[in-house]
């Protein structure tokens, strides 16, 4: 182990661990002083997100869209890029994966329609990262900023084109007709054994999807020359000046692939669950995206992990909000920020002590050698 430097084990697994302890703490107290039990409100969030079927169904449900958007966010990372426009690519993928839905929901069966559509949300995902990109690696405009306004832009086009363009005849509402057979995705419990039954979650093969796709980053950043040169570029920009490396295509290549991943989140809210394209459908995905990336090491095994985590959270939230009404919502969403602010802005926190837990093991083997 060098110096100063955590062992594999603990950096991804023993400190993420002990940051959400650490939050879980912290929101304990808050409980507390509400007037709860804060063990009888953990054991409610948990098995209303664990201990019956449809709540682990709403779990894996939302742990789909936290996947893309954690994935999204981490492939930017590892690039040296904080892409925080989650929220307005995955906006313009479902507005992809509408259009597939809507032009072929009613010729072909749904795994016809779901390559299109898949590709459709990852195209339109990308999109909306190429302008922020181009800006960075042209015109020297911070990735952080411009994504983050695209955000906003994006919620304006699709107002408008839900509002004006496609939403259905006779209706006051701001959506899309629901779509046909063709463009909706069969439930995930339809390719599990039999007698499995999520009850009325959405969740849907798109966690299938979700899965491959954290196969698919390994592979691009971990197994080809183009993920080495993502990480080469990330790890020092000038090392990759001096290797050949194209700072201004790098940084398009890896905007692209990361809008597309944050894209594809609407494939399992937009085909998966609504079954017509409608407004607000992201609700803050994106966002928690970043928290899940940091959390996660940006790998994609800590993304899935983490991705679970804040699946509990949202659908025990909901539970434990129902059950204990003094802890509202907005003490949910309270436990929440706490998570993400231990998981990012503090995650540092309890390394110098932990560093020096490790030295002192590690020492003997020091003196050793």
């Known amino acids: 182990m060098t110096v100063g430097q955590l062992p594999r084990w603990a950096d991804y697994g023993l400190m993420p661990a002990i940051n959400v302890i650490a939050a879980f703490l912290v929101a ?31 779990t894996l449900f939302y742990a789909t869209n936290f996947i893309f958007t954690g994935l999204a966010v981490a492939v930017a990372f590892h690039g040296g890029l904080f892409n925080i426009g989650g929220e307005g690519q995955a906006y313009l993928g479902g507005l992809g994966v509408a259009l597939a839905c809507l032009a072929l929901d009613r010729l072909v069966p749904w795994w016809v329609t ?34 983050i306004m695209f955000n906003f832009i994006a919620a304006s086009v699709m107002v ?52 491959l796709a954290c196969v698919a980053c390994w592979l691009l950043i971990w197994r080809t020359r183009l993920g080495y040169e ?8 000038t090392a990759a000046a001096y290797a050949g ?22 494939v399992n809210e937009i085909m998966g669950s609504q079954h017509r394209l409608l ?13 899940v990336a940091l959390m996660g090491r940006s790998h994609p095994v800590g993304i899935v992990l983490a ?6 959270l949202y659908q025990g939230g909901a539970e434990l909000a129902f059950e204990m009404p003094t802890i509202t ?9 706490l998570v993400i602010l231990f998981a990012g802005a503090l995650e540092h926190m309890f390394r110098p002590a932990l560093l020096r837990v490790f030295g002192v093991i590690a020492s003997p083997a020091t003196k050793t050698a």
């Open 307 to 312: 991705s679970i985590l804040f699946g509990i």
């Open 114 to 147: 779901l390559p299109v559509a898949v590709l459709g949300a990852a195209a339109f995902g990308a999109l909306w990262a190429f302008i922020p990109a181009v800006l960075q690696a042209r015109r020297g405009s911070h990735v952080v900023i411009t994504t």
């Open 245 to 266: 490396i194209s700072a201004s295509r790098i940084t398009i290549v890896t905007m692209l692939i990361s809008g597309g991943l944050a894209g594809m989140m609407a």
């Open 230 to 237: 993502i990480r080469v570029f990330g790890a020092s920009p």
């Open 28 to 58: 304990g107290l808050v409980v507390l002083l509400i007037g709860e039990n804060p063990i009888e409100a953990v054991e409610v969030l948990l098995w209303g997100a664990l201990g019956w079927n449809e709540g682990i169904g709403f």
């Open 329 to 337: 919502r907005d003490m949910i969403v309270v436990i929440q920020g």
């Open 279 to 291: 407004i607000e459908f992201v609700s803050g995905y994106g966002f928690v995206g970043i928290a």
């Open 160 to 211: 408008y084109l839900l509002v004006n363009v496609m939403s259905k005849p006779g209706s006051m509402q701001p959506e899309t007709r629901t779509f046909e057979a063709g463009g909706r995705l069969p439930s995930l419990e339809s390719v599990l054994p039999a007698g499995i039954d999520f009850g009325s979650a959405p969740v849907n093969i798109s966690f299938l999807i979700a899965l």
